[in-house]
């Protein structure tokens, strides 16, 4: 079965409080499964826009990688990234 991926594209806007985010969502996303395969580090984006970091989170499926993303849990937590960063979420199926 393929596995499935939550992908974050996110440039912070406030990262005192996007701290927060960070401390609250890793337990979450851990306890269901995912793991960080990507979370911040240097890039490049040699064509195209995007935004400053990228996060790559590995789930065993893609209905896992979903399932997560749209934990109520998660979703409290996700208000805060969405407050203090500009993000595109994006859930995909691997091959």
Do not use: C, W
């Amino acid at each position: 079965m393929p596995k499935g991926y939550v992908i974050g594209h996110i440039t912070v806007n406030d990262p005192e409080a996007y701290k927060e985010y960070v401390e609250k969502d890793t337990p979450i996303l851990e306890a269901l499964g995912g793991r960080f395969v990507v979370r911040g580090g240097q890039s490049e984006t040699p064509e195209g826009r995007a935004e400053n970091r990228h996060v790559v989170i590995e789930f065993e499926s893609y209905e896992q990688a979903l399932k997560a993303y749209h934990d109520p849990a998660y979703q409290e937590v996700a208000d805060i990234r969405r407050r203090t960063a500009t993000s595109t979420i994006i859930v995909v199926e691997g091959t």
